[in-house]
Structures are given as structure tokens and as C-alpha cells.
């Protein structure tokens, strides 16, 4: 087959790539490198099945291929609020062209979708017919309404046009490739860890999140999109739900820190909890996590160890 995964050089997206050419697939990687980078995927430019073309999914662009993987958007706070209006085009204008492509050339296009939806949920763990509680004017809304209007367009094209659509829910995702500078709680607890620097929790900890290994969501993802039962929404992610507070002390035992935990303020809207309810992907994909937390966490921590003698700091959020 041949795939196209806009924002393939990011996090998520470099492991999909790397992923579909060992299974044999041509994969073309479209990506602004706003977020993502060429070292991502440098392990993989010799192999003549990849190509990589630098764009901007805000502009159309015309491509011969069987898949979509609609990735093209950064995933963490600190860069999806740097420029809110972006991250806004970019969910929109990039499920437009997408999905016009899609049209064009009958393709499948899966898109991107994130726990975000559900906002600060008020059911819990959150199942895919729960629409939400997402304050449309906070710092976090330009990232939750753009991935909110994409699922809108998606479905919308689908029911006018008869477009072949998967949407798929990713929740917090972790593994090597997150960005140093992310700002990410996994990236920064680890970070903080390895150099022995005050471990920052945001509020008091009591937060929960459930983390899956990247590699245990890229097989959802494929599983996902080469099925034919449903096009979702569907919710991606590990049903292990932790406390901030218990991550940031499972990082100081791996890491063997001497590292003290601090307390700063919660940043606005930061949702009190998260867990999917995977009964659909149970169900219709055969699938679930298989690798815990204790065992993905160390495999995170050996790809930041040299990184944490490199670069700064982790990264703060704006406040
Ligand atoms: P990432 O920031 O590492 O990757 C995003 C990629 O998209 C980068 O390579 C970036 O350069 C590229 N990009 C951003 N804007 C672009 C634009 N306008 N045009 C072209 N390329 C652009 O993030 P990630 O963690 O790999 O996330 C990938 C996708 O998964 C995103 O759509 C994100 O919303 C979604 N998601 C991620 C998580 C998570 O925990 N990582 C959770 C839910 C949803
Ligand atoms: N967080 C934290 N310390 C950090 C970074 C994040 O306590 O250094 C908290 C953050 O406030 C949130 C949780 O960890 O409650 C997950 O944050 P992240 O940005 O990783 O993901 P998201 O909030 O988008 O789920």
C-alpha cells in the first residue's frame, strides 16, 4: 500500500512510519517540522520506500496514496498554546485537506482525534458516546475545538460524500521520540529524574492520566484503520489510571533520583482526570495495552538518558 502520514516526523508519527515500511508498506511523510524532526526518521531516509515532503497541511496538496494517517498537529501544551490560531488552522484546514484529498482519490483517511474531546470529564472512565465538558474560551481550547470541528468535518464527509473515515481518540501517549523540550509530564518528570533537579507537580498531584507505550498505540492505530466493522470514534489508550503524584514517585524509584518533589500551581482547565473505557477497541480490534507502565517507563528513560546531559532545562508552562 501506499501511505501518506501528515506530521510523520513527530513523535507518534515517526514510530507509524517506521512501523509501516517494516510491514512492507511505501510511506510518504508530510510535516511542516514544527514539532517534529528530520532525526526521527533519519534511522529510515536510506530505505527507498520512504519519501518526505516538507508542507504546511494549512495548504492543499495533491498526492497519490491508499491511506491518510491525518497526525499533523503538535500535541503538547506548551507548543499547541504558543500559537493558538495555528493549532486552530491546522486541525481545521488540515482535516479539510485531508480529507478533500481523500475524496479526490477515494482514499481511507484516519484522523487524529485525542481525549481532549471529553475536556474535564464529568463520566468516568470516558466512554465514546460521552460529548464532553470543554471550555470553548480557555488557554486548552484552540487544541480541544480544532480536534473537535476535525471530528465534525470527518463525520461530515462521510455522510455527504461518502469519504472512508476512522477517527481515533489517542489519550496520553508516552515512549522515546517525545520531545526534550514537551513539557510533557512524562518527558519532564524524567528529565528532572536524571539530573537530580526538583521534580515539578502541577496542583497537588491528585490528577489522574493514563499513559500508553507508544509502540502498544501504534498497533491500535493500524489495527484501527485496516478494519472495516466501524469508523469510530474510537478511544486509544491504556485503562491504567495513575495519580500525577504516583508517576512523579515511579520516575524517582526507576531513575534511582535524589530528586525532591515541588509543588506549582495547576495550570488553567488542566482536566482533574482521564481514563478510556476501550470496551469498543476491545471488542471490534482484538486490542489492549499489553506493555505496562514499569515496563515502558525504563525503555523512556534510557532513550532521555543521554538527552539529559545535552539539553536545558524541561520546558515550563506559560501561564
Ligand atoms: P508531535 O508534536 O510530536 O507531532 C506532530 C507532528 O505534526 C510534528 O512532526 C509536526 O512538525 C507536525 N505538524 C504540526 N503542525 C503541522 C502543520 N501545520 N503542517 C504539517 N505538519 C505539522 O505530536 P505527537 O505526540 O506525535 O502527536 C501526533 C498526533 O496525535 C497529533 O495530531 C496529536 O494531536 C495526536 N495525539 C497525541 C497524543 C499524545 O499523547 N502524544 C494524545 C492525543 C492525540
Ligand atoms: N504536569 C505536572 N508537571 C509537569 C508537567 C505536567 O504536574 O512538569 C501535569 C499537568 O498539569 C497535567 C498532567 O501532568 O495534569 C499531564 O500533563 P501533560 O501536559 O503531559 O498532558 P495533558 O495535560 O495534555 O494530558
Redo the contacts with the bound molecule.
Keep these: 500500500m501506499k501511505i501518506l502520514i501528515?506530521?510523520?516526523?513527530?513523535?507518534?508519527?515517526s514510530h507509524l512510519t517506521e512501523r509501516l515500511l517494516g510491514e512492507g508498506h511505501s510511506v510518504m511523510v508530510?510535516?511542516?517540522?514544527?514539532?517534529?524532526?528530520k532525526d526521527?526518521i533519519l534511522h529510515l531516509l536510506d530505505d527507498n520506500r520512504l519519501e518526505v515532503i516538507r508542507?504546511?497541511?494549512?495548504d492543499p496538496y495533491r498526492l497519490e496514496v491508499d491511506y491518510i494517517y491525518?497526525?499533523?498537529?503538535?500535541?503538547?501544551p506548551i507548543?499547541y498554546q504558543r500559537n493558538p490560531v495555528?493549532t486552530v488552522?491546522?486541525n481545521v484546514m488540515?482535516a479539510i485537506n485531508a480529507l478533500n484529498l481523500a475524496k479526490d482519490i477515494k482514499a481511507r483517511v484516519l484522523q487524529?482525534?485525542?481525549?481532549?474531546v471529553y475536556g474535564d470529564p464529568e463520566m468516568h472512565p470516558q466512554p465514546e458516546r460521552y460529548w464532553g465538558n470543554v471550555n470553548c474560551i480557555g488557554p486548552r481550547s484552540c487544541?480541544d475545538e480544532g480536534?473537535r470541528v476535525a471530528e465534525t468535518l470527518m463525520v461530515d464527509y462521510y455522510r455527504e460524500n461518502q469519504v472512508d473515515i476512522r477517527i481515533a481518540r489517542?489519550?496520553?501517549?508516552?515512549g522515546p521520540r517525545?520531545?526534550p523540550d514537551?513539557g510533557?509530564v512524562v518527558s519532564n518528570f524524567i528529565l528532572q529524574a536524571l539530573r537530580g533537579e526538583p521534580i515539578t507537580i502541577f496542583g497537588d498531584g491528585s490528577q489522574t492520566r493514563s499513559f500508553c507505550f507508544v509502540q502498544n498505540l501504534i498497533d491500535g492505530l493500524i489495527r484501527f484503520m485496516e478494519q472495516e466493522e466501524t469508523i469510530g470514534p474510537m478511544n486509544l489508550g491504556n485503562p491504567d489510571e495513575r495519580s500525577i503524584k504516583d508517576i512523579a514517585e515511579l520516575v524517582i524509584k526507576l531513575t534511582d533520583s535524589s530528586s525532591k518533589i515541588v509543588y506549582k500551581p495547576l495550570p488553567k482547565d488542566d482536566p482533574t482526570r482521564r481514563r478510556p473505557d476501550i470496551s469498543q477497541a476491545r471488542d471490534v480490534l482484538n486490542w489492549q495495552p499489553a506493555i505496562s507502565l514499569e515496563e515502558g517507563l525504563p525503555q523512556t528513560i534510557e532513550y532521555f538518558r543521554p538527552l539529559a546531559r545535552r539539553h536545558g532545562a524541561p520546558a515550563k508552562m506559560p501561564r
Design positions: 501528515t506530521g510523520g516526523a513527530g513523535f507518534i508519527g508530510l510535516d511542516n517540522f514544527h514539532t517534529g524532526s526521527n508542507h504546511d497541511v494549512i491525518n497526525l499533523a498537529c503538535p500535541a503538547s507548543h495555528k488552522l491546522t488540515g487524529a482525534s485525542t481525549s481532549e487544541y480536534k489517542i489519550f496520553n501517549t508516552y517525545m520531545r514537551d510533557r
